[in-house]
C-alpha cells in the first residue's frame, strides 16, 4: 500500500507460511489492498470469499473485523459478476456478515437495543475442580499420556483457572428480568460501529450499480435506519447530534443516505463531495419504496438487467442536468477547487489540503464508480471524457478485473466507439466476467 508491492507481498506470504493462526486476518487485510491494486481478482476472492480464505480471519471478531473482510471479499467477487444476472454471491456475504448485524443489534428498526437479546454461544468459567486434587490429576494425565492438549490450553488451564465452554442456545426474548448479561453476551452481540456501517453503505452502493439490488430494496432503508440509530447515540449534552467528520469516509458514505449537515460531510475537503453523494442518493430514490417481505425474498431472482435495462444509459432530458451537478461536485472535490469553478474571481482553483485521500479500494465506490454512473446518466460529452479517464486508468493498472473493462466499454459505446466498445467487453469477458455467480 506504500507503493512497494512486491516486498509487501514476499512479507505476507513468509507471514502466513509462519504463523497463519496469529496473522491470518492482518495479512489478509494487507492482501486485499495488494491484490485490488493489480486487478487481481481470481486470487481476491480465493482469499476473502472462498471457504478456504475465510477460515484464515473468521476468528477474528473484535469489532466486525471479520465482517469487514467478508465485505472487501464482496467487492471482489461483484467484479466478475455480470450486471444483475444471476445468484449473487456478494449479496450473500452482504446478507451473512452485515445484515445479521443491523437486525440483531435493532439498528435497521431505528432502534438500538439497550442491552444483548441472546445469550453468547460460548463463554469463560471457572473450572468445577480446582485445587490440589486436579493439579495432582493433571500430573497424572501428562505422566500417563493423556495430557497431549496445546501449549495455549494449558496455560489456560494451569493459571487462568478457566474453561470454555459451550452455552446452551436461547431463542431471543424480550424478557430480560431474569437474566444478567455477561460480558461475553455483551461483548458477542456489539451493536454496528462506524467502520461496519462505512463498508456496508459502500458495498450496497456497489451492489445497486451492478444491477444486483433494485434502488428500492429494503436494505438501503436499514441502512438509514442504522446510519441515523448511530447518530443518535452520539448526541452531545444538549441534544445535539455530533458529526462523523473525525472519520471522513464513513461522513461521506453517510451523505449518501442523510443530510450533509448531521454527517459532517460539508466538513470533508470543500464539502462539494458529499453535496454530490447526497445529490446521487436523492436521484437514485434509495429505498424509499421499500416493498413487502414476500416482495423481498423474490427480488433475489430477478433478473435486475432485464427489469433496468436503461440504468446506466443517459437519463431523460429533463433530469440531465441534475446529472451533471452531481458529475461537477465530484470531480471538482477530487481536483480540489473550492467554490464554484466558474467564478471568475477564483485565483487558486487548485489546493491539496481540500483533497480527499483514502486507500484505492476503500473510496473506489465513491471516487470511481460513482463518477462513471453520473457521467453516464449524464450524457454530455465532458463528462463522459472525464470517466473515459478514470476508466483508462482503471484498465491500465488494473488489466485483469471484468468490471472495469465493462464499465470502460459502455462509456466509450456513450461517445461513439463502438469497436473500441465491443473490444473492451471482449476483454470483459475473457478475463473473467459472468464467472462469479451462478444463472
Not at 430494496?217 to 438509514?224: G, I, P, T
Amino acid at each position: 500500500m506504500g507503493g512497494r508491492k512486491e516486498e509487501a507481498e514476499q512479507i505476507t506470504e513468509r507471514t502466513l507460511r509462519k504463523d497463519k493462526r496469529n496473522t491470518g486476518a492482518i495479512t489478509t487485510w494487507a492482501l486485499a489492498h495488494l491484490f485490488d491494486a493489480e486487478g487481481r481478482v481470481a486470487e481476491g476472492i480465493s482469499f476473502l470469499a472462498n471457504s478456504d480464505g475465510i477460515a484464515n480471519y473468521e476468528g477474528s471478531g473484535l469489532l466486525f473485523f471479520d465482517c469487514r473482510l467478508s465485505c472487501f471479499g464482496a467487492l471482489y467477487s461483484i467484479d466478475r459478476e455480470q450486471r444483475g444476472r444471476g445468484r449473487s454471491t456478494a449479496l450473500r456475504l452482504y446478507d451473512r456478515n452485515i445484515d445479521r448485524v443491523l437486525d440483531y443489534s435493532g439498528f435497521s428498526q431505528g432502534k438500538a437495543w439497550t442491552r444483548p437479546q441472546r445469550k453468547a454461544p460460548i463463554a469463560w468459567t471457572q473450572r468445577a475442580n480446582d485445587g490440589e486434587n486436579s493439579k495432582t490429576a493433571n500430573f497424572f494425565k501428562t505422566l500417563l499420556g493423556g495430557g497431549k492438549q496445546k501449549e495455549e490450553q494449558k496455560r489456560v488451564e494451569d493459571h487462568s483457572g478457566t474453561q470454555i465452554i459451550v452455552k446452551e442456545t436461547l431463542p431471543p426474548s424480550l424478557d430480560f428480568e431474569a437474566w444478567d448479561p455477561s460480558c461475553e453476551d455483551v461483548l458477542t452481540w456489539l451493536p454496528p460501529t462506524p467502520a461496519l456501517l462505512t463498508e456496508a453503505t459502500l458495498l450496497m452502493f456497489r451492489l445497486t450499480l451492478n444491477g444486483t439490488l433494485s434502488t428500492k430494496d429494503y436494505r438501503w432503508d436499514s441502512l438509514r435506519n442504522s446510519w441515523n440509530t448511530l447518530l443518535d447515540l452520539q448526541k452531545d449534552e444538549h441534544g445535539n447530534r455530533r458529526s462523523l467528520e473525525h472519520f471522513p469516509l464513513a461522513s461521506l458514505a453517510a451523505s449518501i443516505l442523510l443530510p450533509v449537515e448531521d454527517t459532517g460531510g460539508d466538513k470533508i475537503g470543500n464539502g462539494r463531495m458529499a453535496a454530490g453523494l447526497k445529490l446521487l442518493g436523492d436521484m437514485l430514490n434509495l429505498g424509499n419504496m421499500s416493498v413487502e417481505k414476500d416482495d423481498d425474498e423474490k427480488d433475489v431472482d430477478l433478473v435486475i438487467a432485464d427489469i433496468e435495462p436503461d440504468f446506466w444509459l443517459p437519463a431523460k432530458d429533463e433530469s440531465r442536468d441534475e446529472w451533471k451537478e452531481i458529475v461537477n461536485h465530484l470531480t471538482s472535490a477530487l481536483d480540489g477547487i473550492e467554490g464554484n469553478p466558474s467564478d471568475s474571481d477564483q485565483d487558486e482553483k487548485v489546493k491539496r489540503a481540500l483533497r480527499f485521500e483514502s486507500w484505492d479500494f476503500s473510496s473506489r465506490p465513491i471516487m470511481e464508480h460513482a463518477i462513471c454512473y453520473a457521467a453516464c446518466r449524464a450524457g454530455d460529452t465532458d463528462s463522459l471524457s472525464y470517466a473515459r479517464s478514470i476508466s483508462s486508468q482503471g484498465v491500465t493498472l488494473r488489466q485483469m478485473s471484468p468490471e472495469e473493462w465493462w464499465r470502460y466499454s459502455i462509456i466509450l459505446g456513450l461517445l461513439g466507439d463502438q469497436i473500441a466498445s465491443e473490444n473492451a467487453l471482449a476483454m470483459a469477458v475473457n478475463v473473467g466476467s459472468g464467472q462469479g455467480q451462478r444463472g
